[in-house]
């Protein structure tokens, strides 16, 4: 029989009572120096914090993606600027630098208006990747398996489909349900099978998040989730995090360009409070 532990507001965290109470200070700090009292996405944030993700379709620029694939592309072809380059992997180092188009999307206004209305706060970009997940029909590996990220307690996450995604093009997947509700033992390893998921969680539990360029699709991560492996084309993704404090309680290492952050008008500077200035 399954034994659950139910969250609270603060959530069953592998950081224990500690980093619950780092969370806590940072978020009062944060809502208190940058507030937000708006619900203009209320429906969106309330699927959030229920089910762990959302999906809004056909509200991106796809041109704009489609400029971000062409730059992206660019640097698949130099290799010089990418941090991983292997037969399952390829992944841009430092995005916002070396394809500049990803500065538009980070700093979108719905993208920020929706993190600020889930934080009721105006947070900051913390950690992002610009990858490419090759077809290999070898079976899946690292965060191809399921898992629950421990960057924050509470975080959220924005992925950026720069193909159409259909389920066997390998799309973000994640576990109904597992973002409030995690099982007793769920920290005893971190990467869980598909297998495992529906035999915890029950087989209608996992979602894929298949879709066009265009669709934005929300979660908070620290729910169950994997990235599909690509069974019949490569598929090319931007993901966006945003927070409250440093991931990881870690020294920010992503950067962003003087010349940038100086253009981001006042009220979007915060967000970029935990990028480095280049």
Known sequence: MIEWVKSTDSRAHRTGAEGVKLY???????????????????????????????????VLDKDLL?????????????????????????????????CPHTVELAFNDLVINIASE????????????????????????????????????????????????????????????SLNTKFKGWLNKYRWTEDEMKRIYGDDSIIYATGNVGDLFIANTTSFHRGVPPLKKDRDMLTLNYVIHPEDWKTPTFEIKQQDYEMLPENKKPVADFLIKV
């Open 24 to 58: 806590n200070n940072a978020c009062i700090a944060r809502r208190k120096q940058y507030p937000v009292v708006t619900e203009n996405y209320k429906d969106t944030i309330n699927e959030l914090n229920e089910n762990g993700f959302a999906v809004m379709r056909n």
């Open 118 to 177: 889930y934080f009721k706060c105006t947070p900051a970009l913390g950690t992002f990747n610009l990858r490419r997940s090759h077809i290999n029909k070898d079976g899946p590996v690292k965060h191809q398996l399921f898992h629950s990220d421990p960057n924050s307690i509470k975080f959220i996450k924005f992925f950026f489909y720069l193909n159409d995604v259909g389920y066997e093009d390998g799309p973000f997947s994640i576990v109904k349900g």
């Open 66 to 98: 489609l400029k971000l694939k062409k730059q992206f592309e660019e640097q698949l072809k130099k290799k010089e600027n990418l941090k991983e380059n292997n037969d399952h992997f390829s992944v841009v180092d430092q995005p916002l630098v070396h």
